[in-house]
């Protein structure tokens, strides 16, 4: 039997070396930076879908209209950010005002456009967010259990920002 030369057991060693190290930033990663969780529901429609898979950034900080993955009371939840700490925001005649501003919400714009002359997409309504917490909501509004069910999302619920779809494969996008 022939022997391996002793650059052929550096080369094997120098791989494994390499290839242990490349798990260790893998397995890092997946677990203190970036998640997965599959979509179960359809309050985010049509932004995502049941059965989708978006990675999580786990470091990334919640900016307003961002997709947040967060826990409350042992269920998991995919919403849109809508209001920040210390917002007011007053929901009047189907149109959003964010502290005095009116803001647009192009990702509702397929719903808006099957509603009747007369139907109004979400109630009113009139709030101020309370430091510490965030206002969300799921832009299927028909069909989500989001902050006008359950109050506001406190900081140290959030898990993290939802950035990518990534399966299945042919969905494979940016969330916006």
Not at 35 to 60: A, C, F, H, Q
Not at 74 to 84: E, F, L, P
Not at 138 to 154: C, E, I, K, L, Q
């Amino acid at each position: 039997m022939k022997r391996l030369s002793r650059d052929s057991k550096y080369s094997i060693v120098r791989w494994l070396r390499l290839s242990l190290i490349a798990l260790l930033i893998c397995l890092i990663l997946r677990f203190f930076m970036f998640i997965p969780v599959t979509i179960d529901g359809y309050s985010m429609m049509p932004t995502l879908k049941m059965g989708e898979v978006v990675l999580v950034n786990r470091l990334s900080d919640v900016k307003r209209f961002d997709t947040i993955v967060f826990n409350i009371e042992k269920q998991q939840y995919v919403k849109r950010v809508i209001g920040m700490p210390g917002d007011h925001l007053v929901y009047k005649n189907d149109q959003l005002y964010i502290n005095g501003k009116l803001k647009a919400e192009p990702y509702l714009q397929q719903y808006r456009e099957k509603l009747n002359e007369n139907d109004t997409f979400m109630s009113d309504y009139d709030i101020v967010v309370d430091d510490n917490t965030y206002y969300v909501l799921g832009d299927n509004r028909d069909n989500s259990n989001d902050s006008r069910y359950f109050g506001t999302v406190t900081s140290d619920h959030i898990i993290g920002v939802a950035k990518y779809v990534y399966l299945p494969i042919n969905h494979m996008r940016t969330i916006k």
